[in-house]
């Protein structure tokens, strides 16, 4: 069974500035894939990132980018030039690509990130 | 395009009762999840949904259970309720093939008393 670990329960960051979110994954599977999902308190999930974990090149998408480590199964989240509205629950997600777990989100616990002012 | 509706938004019911939650997907997606979400944790997998049959089904009793209809909507019903069902009850569709994206609705607040 794969597990998702989030070590960081709360974060906090000054806006404008750099928040490395933590992540990592517990598999046996070789095809995969790796997502982070944001929850802000209207309680909407919504996809952030995603990464396959046959891609080497990190994902990123404008201020987030991921530094997916695939040996250590690690895959942190950078998010750039926070903004307030950064300011949510940030899930770590697994999926494995195919077979009967096709489909099959597993979460880690979330990360509560606040960005000040 | 509407994203993923759920309803109700909040609920109220007393242990021991019987509970429908409503899902509709995406228009086109034709796959449906169902998710588990107890305050202050990550969402747990519950069942997922594909053309009418059941594809998936985590550690939940058989108390849950779940059916898609033809036009890909999909309820979630909980039998006997316990203070340990109260959760936020997420749903999710996504395309079978063409994406590996699942899209998830706003949830619904179940709250048993």
């Known amino acids: 069974a794969q597990t998702v670990t989030q070590s960081q329960p709360e974060m906090s960051v000054q806006e404008a500035e750099t928040v490395t979110l933590s992540c990592t994954y517990d598999?046996?599977?070789?095809?995969?894939?790796l997502f982070w999902y944001k929850q802000p308190p209207s309680r909407q999930m919504i996809l952030v990132i995603r990464?396959?974990?046959?891609?080497?090149q990190n994902a990123t998408e404008n201020r987030f980018s991921v530094n997916f480590q695939k040996a250590a199964k690690s895959f942190s989240l950078k998010i750039s030039d926070s903004q307030l509205g950064d300011t949510a629950m940030y899930f770590c997600?697994?999926?494995?690509?195919?077979?009967?777990?096709?489909?099959?989100?597993?979460f880690g616990q979330g990360t509560i990130l606040t960005v000040h002012p | 395009d509407a994203g993923v509706t759920q309803s109700p938004t909040h609920l109220i019911k007393t242990r021991g009762q019987h509970v429908t939650l409503r899902c509709s997907p995406i228009?086109?997606?034709?796959?449906v999840s169902w998710y588990q979400q107890v305050l202050g944790q990550g969402p747990q997998f519950i069942f997922q949904y594909y053309e009418k049959e059941e594809r998936g089904r985590g550690n939940f009793p058989d108390r849950f259970s779940a059916r898609q209809f033809p036009n890909y909507s999909s309820e979630l019903n909980v039998n006997a309720l316990l203070l340990g069902d109260s959760a936020l009850y997420l749903c999710?569709?996504?395309?079978?093939?063409?994406?590996?994206?699942?899209?998830f609705g706003p949830g619904t607040r179940l709250t048993v008393t």
């Open positions: 598999t046996s599977e070789s095809n995969y894939y």
């Open positions: 990464q396959e974990a046959y891609k080497q």
């Open positions: 999710a569709s996504r395309e079978w093939d063409s994406s590996y994206e699942q899209y």
């Open positions: 997600a697994f999926e494995h690509a195919g077979g009967t777990s096709y489909g099959k989100l597993t």
């Open positions: 228009s086109g997606h034709k796959s």
